[in-house]
Each structure stands twice: as C-alpha cells, then as structure tokens.
C-alpha cells in the first residue's frame, strides 16, 4: 500500500470534530482515544513529524502537514505524547507546491 493511502485511510477513519469554543479561527480535531487502530494514529503522527514543515502561528512554531485540502499539526512537542490532532481548511496562499510532502507526488510504496 502507498504513503499516499495509507494517509488518506487514516484521515478518513477519524471523526473530525469541529472546534466550536475556537470558532473564530475555524478547525477541526480528532482524539486518539476515539482511534479504532493505535497503530495506525501512531504512524499518522510520527508521519506528520517526518513530512511536516515548520511554520508559525500566534508566535509558536508548529509542523504543520500539508494533505489535500487541509493543514494538519499536533498541539504536543512529540509524536509520542500526542493525543489530539488539529486540521484547518488551507489557504489558496499557502497552497504552494513546497509545502506538501514529496510523497504525494510520487505516491511512495511500503
């Protein structure tokens, strides 16, 4: 199975839930607690670590993963210690060809 369907099963699987008591800065998250398959939250996380780019929000750097049509990061410093995932619809400025992983354009295999 590829990278590339590997993320996106992971990322369908989830329940999205949308951040109401942030609604002015609109996003979703999933809990690992809610994940049917800890091995599979596991790899998403340690995947985003490894094919994330750094960028700043509020003063704070984050790595952020560029996937289709969101941005997703982790609130925690280690994949590790992660146990919610944040996601956010990207921006037509920032949906620039450097800030997705090369693996979705090659569509890597395991």
């Excluded at 990322?11 to 998250?29: C, G, L, R, V």
């Excluded at 790595?63 to 146990?83: A, F, I, N, S, V």
Aim: aromatic content about 18%; proline content about 5%; hydrophobic content about 35%.
């Amino acid at each position: 199975m590829s990278i590339v369907s590997l993320a996106n099963s992971f990322i369908n699987s989830q329940e999205w839930i949308f951040a109401k008591t942030m609604a002015d800065i609109p996003h979703w998250y999933c809990l690992k607690q809610n994940c049917e398959n800890l091995g599979d939250w596991d790899w998403f996380v340690r995947f985003m670590d490894e094919f994330g780019v750094i960028g700043e929000f509020c003063g704070r750097q984050y790595k952020y993963l560029y996937w289709g049509d969101y941005r997703y990061w982790m609130m925690d410093p280690t994949p590790e210690q992660c146990d919610l995932i944040n996601r956010c619809l990207i921006s037509d400025e920032d949906k620039r060809p450097e800030n997705y992983p090369s693996c979705i354009k090659t569509g890597l295999d395991l």
